[in-house]
């Protein structure tokens, strides 16, 4: 039991550092490609910071353990709203400015309702994940349309101001891409070797490991660059980050894991952990997008507070009937 829960800190804290060298070096190297910030933030950055869910998905399916995946992809993006997002509007009220955001939210809610329909007869299978994955192309393409289409947004304002105060060489640049990746399919697979062990030991399911311990644990660096972002003053970035990760895990590390490996999911999943899911980014739509009539979204303290209140409930909900 020991070994395994080592694996897991360790697996964890090497998970989050490759993540943040992975996505400097991604961000870096892109910069001196001539990339659009606004695409940088939107692709690279927001997307990058989902590299952990994607790598500890893609190795539990490979090893058969689709639970982990899945539990993976539907907690990560509840820790994001409830937990990460709910942290950083207490600290910092969150302005949503950016007119390519406030398009994104509601994509992103429609995202989600079309994975949870695909998921409601309890299976994910190849063809469902397909169907995921192409979303997630013509997403991609729409955002370097959108990328090109709207240089002077303010989301690649902030992203363009947060680039030159991080330079660096090509080289070194490209450098930390390779090795973080490198270092991110080690950590991961040192986290799903302890997940699946802790699991087995304490006798609970390996859907709620996934959702609980390995969830916020791939999340950690999705709440550093939010938060980080929020004390800064840079609010679209720190709601850019929750939207191009959330979108990134429901289509793309899901999809990836269906395809890997066609997953049954409990009628008991689905009633809890999709649906809490869906009303999470339900909520986050209606309070982010705007309308109060001011013309911009805002998350404020209540609501933040409401939020973080929500996730404390959910996880305890989780662990009383996990062990009930």
């Known amino acids: 039991m020991l070994l395994f829960l080592l694996s897991i800190v360790f697996g964890l804290a ?14 870096a190297a892109a910069s001196h490609f001539n990339v659009p910030p606004l695409l940088i933030g939107m692709v690279i ?3 990058g910071t989902s590299a952990p869910e994607m790598t500890v998905s893609a190795i539990s399916s490979l090893q058969g353990k689709p639970d982990i995946a899945l539990g993976n992809v539907f907690g990560s993006n509840i820790t994001n709203i409830a937990l990460i997002l709910g942290l950083t509007a207490m600290l910092s009220p969150i302005a949503v400015q950016s007119g ?11 995202m989600t309702a079309i994975a949870a329909f695909l998921m409601y007869d ?14 997630f192309a013509l997403l991609m393409g729409w955002s370097v349309w959108e990328g090109i289409r709207k240089p002077g947004d ?12 991080h330079k660096m060489p090509l080289g070194k640049a490209l450098m930390l891409v390779a090795a973080g990746l490198l270092l991110l399919l080690v950590s991961s697979r040192m986290l799903v070797w302890g997940a699946v062990g802790v699991a087995e030991a304490l006798g609970v399911s390996d859907i709620v490991i996934g959702l609980t311990v390995v969830a916020v644990g791939t999340s950690l660096p999705e709440l550093a660059s939010s938060l980080v972002a929020a004390r800064k003053g840079e609010h679209d970035i720190a709601l ?10 429901i289509l793309a590390v899901a999809g990836v894991a269906g395809a890997i490996y066609p997953a049954a999911i409990d009628q008991a999943v689905f009633s809890r952990d999709i649906v809490i899911m869906l009303l999470l980014t339900l909520s986050l739509f209606v309070i982010g997008y705007g309308f109060r009539g001011e013309g911009t979204g805002r998350i404020n ?11 404390i409930a959910y996880t305890a909900w989780l662990v009383f009937t996990s062990f009930a």
């Open 154 to 165: 303010e989301f690649g304002a902030e992203m363009e101001e947060e680039l030159q105060q």
């Open 45 to 47: 950055v927001g997307f």
């Open 100 to 110: 390519v955001l406030r398009k994104e939210l509601p994509v992103l809610t429609l």
């Open 122 to 135: 309890g299976m994910l299978g190849r063809t469902d994940a397909l169907i995921l994955l192409l979303l």
């Open 240 to 249: 850019g980050n929750i939207l191009g990760s959330n979108l990134f895990n």
């Open 14 to 27: 090497l998970l989050v550092w490759s993540a943040g060298r992975f996505v400097d070096g991604s961000a």
């Open 301 to 311: 303290r209540i609501e933040g507070t409401l939020l973080l209140c929500s996730y």
